[in-house]
């Protein structure tokens, strides 16, 4: 308290800065220098220049009501109501209307499947969701499929839109990480032909384009079958994006094992492990735990790469914007088709991406 | 001394093993084979490549090389490939120029273009490739107009096609060409010379002035003699179409751009991430010598960040050739398009002409990640 009085006051002020406020933050951010001025001139003209036309086209001048497509010509702005009319294309394809609720039901099973995920005194967290991730696929199938408990028979041509999409997104994922998991190992391992088949079959997925394997699953796959079996467009598709889709996530899953100290390894060999131990109980969890992040990347890539079932002729919800822009009543509409489903694309991605961003903050977080 | 069972030893099991995967891997193989053979012949399915030699019968929009219905297959092939190639090419130039630009924008002390710059990431890069294509193409069908309009004198443009003059060469453009050639010989040579100068005596010499002179006036010159190296034939409009003059689709400016559009997402991630991965040291050192700002990006940051940036860069080069396979969504004549669509239903040999398309990608990206490989050796840091 007493040293106080002996530290000289200064004797003015510090010159006064404008150091907050409007006026000082866009000199700071925007008008920093000439360049800076310019750059931001353009930028505010071109701003100035999309902005009015995106608003009036999205909202002011759209159509949201009417009854047939005379209402949406009167406007120059969009026609949404091309999409309310054919909304529950775009999301169950051509699945039968009396049935709609089994996939609605799905849907619902997903959440209430996850739940048990976000209670933090829950303690089989892992076992829960490994459990769900594999039967609930199991279950939808089932579900969409019908056949049993009464359920009638909806055939796989039948199925379409969003919920398509979902699906084959879904298997994709789940039934790749197996076999990329494989694939990994036995690229790392010490095994020269187990090492080099992997090699193989990984480069060979990962160099041709996803259009070519769907080319591929539905008119060579049947030749390669013994007769009599015979798999129907949508599985034969699924197999093609699920051996896709394992290559990749070979690479990532790589990446992670590639990661480990060779200490781990040394210390799991001076316990005695076997291989299936030494992977499973030491390996694996810490490599896995390091690419999730990047598991969502590919996880969103997958899901975008969906939409190229249109080119071999299954219904996924881009090809129901092409199928329903055809419908005579509604000619002419893809573009606001295309932006529907744009943004029901983007949502979904990007949520995604925000949320591997954020695990990537908390894991790096508690490494240190 | 304990004995081993002979199941336990190890080496054993590694040969078990191995022998294991071959066998059945080549059981596989076998099977596969077999079974293609039986339902081949089932359905009456011929086999071997000789279909390549006979004449194809349909005719293709746009090519590079000379080609019309009484082309062989084998031509189609590379009539597909050639466009593969061209729209790849552009849709590259186009990626790496955006790439970089926004790329070194979303690091820019400049608010709004910072967060413009995001914008623009954050949407094209979370919707598919193929739902873009397909927008942009809509538009340009949209917006272009319905009959020809000359736009340029001896351009036209419409729905259904650009027409420009057809080019001839003459022997004087080889003239130019040389000349050319000779002139970057000879910047490339000053600018050395200029570099010796500066080190020994300190005096800096006008090279950026004296190069861009000299290239703003070749063009200049070349501009000016453009008749005599070219011979343009203008497009005469006839009854139905153009009698002369070459025609370009519209699909391949539709496709090239958002190609383009989507790759530049990831390429300026790469360029941003390469430009934070150099040593903040290395500015503040540049600083600390008096270097301009200009001078510091062009000497000190580009040439480092380089390095991180051309692994990924590459890679995504080679995913914007793989995705140009999408052409076949809105008709434009690549690969997949009129080889694996057009010929494989024609000729219904869907195994040997999968396997030419797909090998075709994979030489591709063999040879890419090759000459990856190689630089990555290249351009691994020294270290004393």
Sequence with gaps: MAMEKFIKKPDRKPPKLIQSGPISWLLKNMFSSVTNSLISLIAILLVIQSVPFLVSWFLVDATWQGENRAACVENSGACWLYIREKFNLFIYGFFPKAEYWRVNAAAILFFVLIAPLFFKKFNFKLKWGLSVMVLYPVLTFILFYGGVAGLEVVETNKWGGLMLTVFVAYIGIIAAFPIGVILALGRNSDLPIAKYL?????????????????????????????????????????????????????????????????????AADSLGLNYYHKVSNIILPQALR?????????????????????????????????????????????????????????????????????????LSFKKN | ????????????????????????????????????????????????????????????????????????????????LLNTILVSFLGIVLATFLGFFIGISRL????????????????????????????????????LPPSDLEILPNIYISREQLTIPEITINPFFYVMLVVFFLLIGFIFFYKKRAEKK????????PVFLVASVLVVGYFVVFIALRNVSFNFVDPIPGRFDFETGISIIPELFSLSIALGVYTATYISEAVRSGIESVDKGQREAAVALGLRKSTIMKTITIPQAMRVIIPPTTNQYLNLTKNSSLATAIG??????????????????AVEIMLMTMAVYLLISLFISLILNIYNKKSKIVER
């Design chain 1, 198 to 266: 992997c090699i193989g079959f990984i480069e060979f997925w990962r160099g041709v384009p996803l259009i070519t394997i769907l080319f591929m699953a539905s008119v060579v796959l049947p030749l390669f079958l013994p007769e009599g079996v015979d798999l129907d467009k949508l599985m034969r598709a699924t197999v093609g994006i699920t051996l896709f889709q394992s290559a990749y996530l070979a690479e990532v899953v790589r990446g992670g094992i590639q990661a480990i100290p060779k200490g781990q390894y040394e």
């Design chain 1, 290 to 362: 390091i690419v999730i992040p990047s598991l969502v990347g590919t996880s969103i890539s997958l899901f975008k790469d969906t939409t190229l079932l249109l080119i071999i002729g299954l219904f996924d919800v881009l090809a129901m914007v092409v199928a329903t822009s055809a419908d005579i009543l509604w000619l002419g509409f893809e573009p606001e088709g295309y932006v529907f489903v744009g943004i029901i694309f983007w949502i979904f991605c990007y949520t995604l991406s925000r949320y591997s961003f954020k695990l990537e903050e908390k």
């Design chain 2, 1 to 80: 001394m304990v004995v081993v069972k002979f199941y336990n030893n190890s080496k054993f099991r590694r040969i078990f093993f191995q022998v294991f995967i071959l066998v059945s891997f080549i059981a596989l193989i076998v099977f596969i084979v077999n079974n293609m053979f039986a339902n081949m012949e089932k359905r009456g399915i011929n086999t071997g490549f000789r279909f390549l030699t006979s004449e194809s019968g349909f005719g293709i929009l746009q090519s590079l090389i000379q080609y019309d219905e009484t082309s062989s297959y084998g031509r189609t092939f590379f009539v597909g």
């Design chain 2, 108 to 143: 820019s002390s400049n608010w709004l273009l910072r967060k413009l710059t995001t914008v623009y990431i954050e949407t094209f890069r979370n919707i598919p490739i193929l739902l873009q294509i397909l927008l942009w193409n809509t538009l340009f069908r949209r917006l």
């Design chain 2, 198 to 205: 500066l080190f020994i005596t300190g005096e800096g010499s």
């Design chain 2, 332 to 349: 434009y004549p690549d690969l997949v398009s009129v080889f694996a669509g057009t010929t494989l239903n024609q000729v219904g040999q």
